[in-house]
């Protein structure tokens, strides 16, 4: 029949007010800006820096592991380039990526609100997260830390000869910004929804940040704690971590997971949220089971903290404790399974087409159910025994964070680009990226599989020369994957300035954040929008 | 112009009654991290007195028992002082205002004292865990962890106690420029909550660290 | 031919060397070939709409006639079961796993910093290799020293942590002769891929015999004197020497006082040092001349260099302090 009718935008009576990227050109507009969209763009600069960093040092270890003698760096050097990547990585990317520059630019236009509840509140979590990230930078600067991202005692607490109280400073500071993030999105999503717009009417990416804020404000600050007590034990020589003076070493890997479990789901929910609403726009359709994958977001947010004992089924903890949390595993997957299932079937009779966002989506779902069975596999007790603590496990993890939360962040950044920036990004260049990226991010990690099953250890500068082949592979796909990431760097920051104008809704989406001017104006919306129906209200057409 | 700390806009609130409503859940929201941050201490203390029950009773016992239970009643007092203190705002008396918050200060900075009083003696004594630690009791190293978990939770509760005082002060300022008032009364009503939050958390670390038998 | 492409064609993955083995392989090549299925399945459904349902495409698109929520309880139950069973599987075989049985042959193993030390019940000690009798339960017990280390043996698909201050048994029966990699798979520091070693599955025999001869119970610190005289260090350090050097009776336990003017503890760390880095605390009052170790005196003998060192007349130690090192941390 006809074609799909467009979502017209709300009519802008009077002068168009400013675009937020107008509405000030100096330094200082920026740098104490309260506005949540150039808040998002600080930390988009931001978390760009960091993951140039994490980069290289990946690359220098692939490089490294191009032959199984330590023949590139020392020992010394290779463990402070993985640690340097992990706390990079994890903390200073991965953590804020989504939430900090996707999450605060949309949250407010999605629902209808001139901005979040606590603007300087806001700001301040940029700066304090500059501050955590100046601790580590200087700690890599010094010399870096060689503990690992896990930060294992006796190992960090009294062993290492490195700075690790400067990157746990870092870090620790960096989680008060999380936190501030975290409380400001739950009291937003609260409070400041447009009227009409209910619980139940609330877009899936709105639910995914909802469980992704709880998750942010309750795991942090056990991190935090636990941070406080190593370098507490460093500075004192006490014995908290440490059995020659009375203390526990598995203390630690308690606590430390207890946040770090719930802080992989704070990666993930945002990028599951993000995925479903490119779904959505890119099928043309609702998506298929809202309520259940709305609820699979919460389940996923409250299960997650049951189950960091998953880490620990060779530590030495209780054989009955291993049994209780391989279970509690099982049943956090079964809600991101339900989500596969229900955007599989959003394509069902849709309208779709292959964008860039929509390539990067379905990049997600493919890479993030590989990560997904295998975290399966890890969660079954006597697989894990062999494969814990090997490339497998190296392998799983980088299949849902690169291969989902950070597809999902690529697509994302293409999917608001033009509410981002009024422009659009080039189509075929950005396709080219998107393809290049999941060539390369396969043949970079799938080898893992195969040589963790082998038995090849992580965290290892040198190994037996049975593992090369694998490694080889490995490394030529980090080669590509460095091409695929290159590119948009270059694509987006030329078309920010150079690319083709787009209008207030280029995708024809359902949305708040459609609904008003791209760029975005200053406060969002003229008049705050009234919404009347659920989301993705796409018009049924056969 | 664009919104800045310095020029910012319009909040993005429709009414007074939003945005005390999303103070409100902000604060306890913030309590809610609080209440986590200070479990982790909880949860190392509950293993290692499990472990270790009797240094844990010979730790208590060396601890300025008096100080400890003088200075319960003193926050607890402090405690009441603020409740007023909220009372005083909605009824938009700043006089009993200024009083109340006074009061409370001079608690808490009482509280304070004696907890650096306490902290001196025990370092005279060689209480202090690390290189100056020299008491001479059977498990001394478990006696050592234990008061490790005294300094770091009275630590941590003392630097949120600076915090509270930092914040009280900043109300009584507030009240002096006369910002403060029945329909202004958020402020008070969210430093309020924090206050009582860290007294709370005393309630709980003064029976665990000083009343162990 | 590479040593890559010759495993390539070779056995296929790490060995299949213990009883327990097959068994985990099993449920493994089970979960992979159920996920394959699925993963298979929702790729051609996936593929297969995006070509019917691409946009403007003819296909009709009538609204659903079934009731959704019978499909999604459909594949909520289904999961679920799917997932409990692999769950009673794995823990099946993990609880066999975990569970050392009675009557198993005992072996110490203690992980350090970065070596493998282990002793059988003889008295016998090995260090980075471990021979073990052909099918017979031997029962691990690890430890730790110094940081947490990881008893690994992928041809056994046998995992373990060596924790300080606890000791865990893992246990495993080997089933097929020859020689398999060991590795510690728990960042332990520096050197943690440099501690690899070899398990050497023997049968019961010559495992018997291997077991008789050898270093059973030696005194460690006359095995020291050997290799104090034997690396030439009384050449230096014993009375009369030619060169100016320290002696090293009342060493160990003393305080030393070094040429930039600090005070170090001489514990077994200072000693270590001393031997392999001699240039970093010099003693005050004596030339820089001793020349490094490192890469001469292997592990295990350092070891037993350092117990005759400790031996020597002398104070004994306090215990080292809390904070007390013979290096401080930094910051």
């Not at chain 1, 960096?174 to 999503?189: C, Q, Y």
Request: hydrophobic share 50%.
């Amino acid at each position: 029949m006809s074609s799909p009718v467009l979502i017209p935008p709300a009519p802008v009576p009077g002068p168009r007010p400013p675009d937020y990227l107008a509405a000030g050109h100096t330094i200082g507009s920026w740098l104490l800006t309260l506005d949540h969209k150039r808040i998002g763009l600080l930390y988009l600069f931001a978390i760009t820096f960091f993951f140039a960093i994490a980069a290289f040092a990946a690359a220098l270890m692939r490089i490294e592991l191009l032959t199984p003698a330590g023949d590139l760096v020392t020992s010394e050097t290779y463990n402070r380039l993985f640690t340097l990547h992990g706390v990079t990585m994890v903390w200073f990317f991965l953590i804020p990526s989504i939430p900090a520059t996707l999450g605060n630019f949309v949250i407010p236009l999605m629902i209808g609100a001139r901005d979040v509840a606590f603007p300087r509140l806001n700001l301040a979590s940029w700066y304090i997260f500059m501050l955590g990230g100046l601790f580590t930078l200087y700690a890599i600067v010094m010399g870096g830390v060689d503990t690992g991202w896990t930060f294992y005692t006796p190992y960090s607490s009294t062993y290492s000869n490195s700075h690790v109280m400067a990157m746990a400073a870092g870090v620790f500071i960096a989680g008060f910004s999380s936190i501030a993030t975290g409380l400001n999105f739950i009291v937003t999503i609260h409070k400041l929804r447009a009227p009409g717009l209910t619980w139940g009417r609330l877009p899936l990416f709105l639910w995914s940040m909802y469980s992704t804020s709880i998750i942010l404000v309750l795991a942090t600050p056990v991190l935090a704690i636990t941070l406080l007590l190593i370098v507490l034990e460093r500075c004192f020589g006490v014995g908290i971590f440490d059995p020659k003076l009375g203390g526990d070493p598995l203390l630690f890997q308690h606590l430390f997971w207890f946040y770090s479990h719930p802080a992989v789901y704070i990666m993930i929910l945002p990028g599951m949220g993000v995925v479903s609403e490119i779904i959505a726009a890119f099928a043309r359709k609702p998506v298929f089971g809202y309520e259940v994958v709305a609820a699979s977001s919460m389940a996923i947010g409250v299960l997650g903290f049951l189950v960091w004992g998953h880490h620990m089924f060779v530590s030495s903890q209780s054989v009955y404790a291993g049994v209780v949390f391989s279970l509690l595993s099982f049943l956090v997957a079964v809600p991101s399974a339900i989500k596969v299932f229900s955007w599989t079937a959003t394509l069902h009779r849709g309208h779709i087409s292959l964008e860039t966002p929509m390539l990067y989506a379905l990049g997600f779902i493919g890479l993030f159910t590989v990560g997904g069975v295998t975290g399966v596999m890890l969660a079954t007790l006597a697989i894990d025994v062999h494969v814990t603590d090997t490339y497998f496990v190296v392998a799983h993890f980088h299949y849902i964070m690169v291969g989902g939360a950070v597809m999902a962040f690529m697509g994302g950044i293409h999917y608001w680009w033009p509410k981002i920036c009024g422009r659009m990004y080039p189509e075929w260049p950005a396709r080219i990226a998107a393809l290049t990226i999941f060539l390369g991010f396969n043949l970079t990690f799938f080898p893992q599989f195969v040589l963790g099953y082998m038995g090849m250890p992580r965290r290892y500068h040198v190994y037996p020369p049975e593992f090369q082949a694998l490694n080889v592979l490995s490394t030529a796909g980090a080669s590509i994957l460095g091409i695929g990431y290159l590119m948009p760097l270059v694509y987006l920051t030329w078309s920010f300035f150079r690319g083709r104008r787009a209008g207030p809704n280029p995708w024809g989406a359902t949305g708040l954040e459609w609904r008003t001017d791209s760029p975005a104006p200053e406060h969002n919306f003229a008049e705050t929008p009234i919404v009347t129906t659920g989301p993705y209200h796409y018009p049924v057409q056969p | 112009m664009s919104n800045t700390l310095t020029h910012p806009a319009a909040s993005p609130y429709s009414d007074r009654e939003q945005h005390a409503v999303a103070n409100h859940l902000g604060m306890w929201t913030f309590i809610a991290t609080e209440i986590l941050f200070f479990g982790g201490l909880f949860a190392s203390y509950s293993l290692y007195r499990w472990a270790y029950p009797a240094a844990f009773v010979t730790g208590s016992k060396h601890l300025e028992f008096w100080i400890g239970t003088l200075n319960t009643g003193v926050l607890l007092t402090s405690s009441l002082f603020m409740a007023l203190a909220d009372l005083a705002v909605r009824a938009g008396r700043r006089g009993a205002l200024r009083w109340s918050l006074l009061a409370t200060w001079l608690l808490g900075a009482l509280f304070l004292g004696l907890k650096f009083y306490e902290y001196h003696l025990a370092a005279k004594e060689g209480h202090v865990p690390g290189a100056h630690f020299r008491l001479e009791v059977p498990q001394a190293p478990q006696v050592e962890l234990f008061m490790f978990l005294y300094f770091a939770m009275t630590g941590l509760h003392a630097a949120h106690m600076i915090i509270g005082l930092g914040a009280i002060a900043w109300l009584l300022w507030l009240n002096h420029r006369r910002r403060l008032g029945a329909d202004h009364d958020a402020p008070v009503s969210m430093v309020a909550l924090y206050w009582h939050f860290v007294d709370c958390v005393w309630i709980f670390l003064y029976p665990l660290l000083y009343l162990v038998r | 031919m590479s040593p890559g492409l010759a495993f390539a064609f070779s056995d296929w993955g790490p060995g299949t060397a213990s009883s327990v083995a097959p068994r985990v392989d099993l449920i493994f090549w089970t979960i992979l070939g159920v996920s394959a299925v699925v993963v298979g399945g929702l790729a051609f459904a996936n593929l297969y709409f995006l070509i019917r349902y691409r946009r403007n495409s003819p296909a009709p698109r009538p609204p659903l006639r079934i009731k959704t929520a019978w499909l999604e309880s459909a594949w909520i139950t289904a999961t679920t079961v799917i997932f409990l069973g692999f769950f009673f599987w794995g823990a099946s075989v993990y609880l066999f796993a975990e569970r050392p049985p009675a009557g198993a042959l005992t072996i110490a193993v203690t992980g350090r910093q970065w070596m493998w030390d282990i002793r059988h019940e003889n008295g016998r000690r090995e260090f980075n290799e471990l021979h073990v009798p052909l099918g017979e339960d031997v029962r691990l017990v690890l430890t730790s020293e110094d940081v947490i280390h990881s008893f690994f043996v992928p041809a056994f698909r046998l995992k373990q942590d060596a924790v300080p201050g606890r000791r865990v048994s893992a246990w495993f029966r080997a089933t097929k002769s020859g020689t398999y990699h060991i590795f510690c798979a728990e960042y332990c520091g520096t050197a943690h891929s440099g501690m690899v070693g070899d398990v050497v599955v023997l049968p019961p025999a010559r495992y018997a015999e291997w077991l008789e001869r050898g270093n059973a119970m030696e005194d460690l610190t006359q095995r020291g004197r050997r290799l104090f005289l034997r690396y030439n260090c009384s050449g230096c350090h014993d009375q009369p020497a030619a060169v100016h050097a320290p002696v090293l009776t009342e060493l160990y336990g003393a305080m030393v006082p070094t040429s930039d003017g600090r005070m170090l503890r001489a514990d077994d760390a200072y000693l270590r040092d001393s031997i392999l880095w001699p240039q970093k605390d010099v003693v005050a009052g004596y030339e820089p001349l001793m020349p490094s170790f490192q890469n001469v005196i292997p592990e295990s003998d350092l070891l037993d260099l350092i117990a005759y060192l400790k031996s020597l007349p002398g104070r004994q130690p306090p215990p080292a302090g809390p904070g007390e090192s013979s290096r401080p941390l930094p910051p």
